[in-house]
T-cell receptor
């Protein structure tokens, strides 16, 4: 079983739709949680951190449930420019305390 | 520099050939990471440096893979006797001082990657 699991998609949604991505992680000692965005043939870029209390950044809302080891990302009012792969990322205390483990990513396609 | 610079951007190697991939992190960034991303997969951790010290190399898939950062800035990932399964994008990322156990990942900046194809 992979340490971080995501539904690979693709999720094809119309512009303006609300879409939710889920992610589960297996290491209960994981420390920090993030969502990264990766455009086709580009490098991953940080979208947002995920806090226990839940957090929002414009149209994006992230939630964390430590008891269930579950992370989610909600995108409201989808734009064409949101089309990308969304990577769930978990940080654990590896050798240097900075080991990031990525999920396989969930692909989103926003269509007209 | 303004960002993390990786070279070459593209490398085609014949099976059995040795390759060297270079990463030039953002100036002043003490932490440097190497990841391997196969097609359709998320990045997989390879190794981590803090300055010149390699603190975690648990992700290196075999002893054919070797990474170094001798002066705490530029890093080289070397793959000896390449195999077809080594074909992937190799991503380098760096983060600044103070990015330790509390705040590390939120300031991780990736380079554009080196795409290796082994024939």
């Amino acid at each position: 079983r992979k340490e971080v699991e995501q539904d690979p998609g693709p999720f094809n949604v119309p512009e303006g739709a609300t879409v939710a991505f889920n992610c589960t992680y297996s290491n209960s000692a994981s420390q920090s949680f993030f969502w990264y965005r990766q455009d086709c043939r580009k490098e991953p870029k940080l979208l947002m951190s995920v806090y226990s209390s839940g957090n929002e950044d414009g149209r994006f809302t992230a939630q964390l449930n430590r008891a269930s080891q579950y992370i989610s990302l909600l995108i409201r009012d989808s734009k064409l420019s949101d089309s990308a792969t969304y990577l769930c990322v978990v940080r654990s205390l590896g050798g240097g305390g900075n080991k990031l483990t990525f999920g396989t990513g969930t692909q989103l396609k926003v269509e007209l | 520099g303004a960002g993390v610079s990786q070279s070459p951007r593209y490398k085609v190697a014949k099976r059995g050939q040795d390759v060297a991939l270079r990463c030039d992190p953002i100036s002043g960034h003490v932490s440097l990471f190497w990841y391997q991303q196969a097609l359709g997969q998320g990045p997989e951790f390879l190794t981590y440096f803090q300055n010149e010290a390699q603190l975690d190399k648990s992700g290196l898939p075999s002893d054919r893979f070797f990474a170094e950062r001798p002066e705490g800035s530029v890093s080289t990932l070397k793959i000896q006797r390449t195999q077809q399964e080594d074909s992937a994008v190799y991503l380098c990322a760096s983060s600044p001082p103070g990015s330790g156990q509390i705040s590390g990942a939120n300031v991780l900046t990736f380079g554009a990657g080196s795409r290796l194809t082994v024939l």
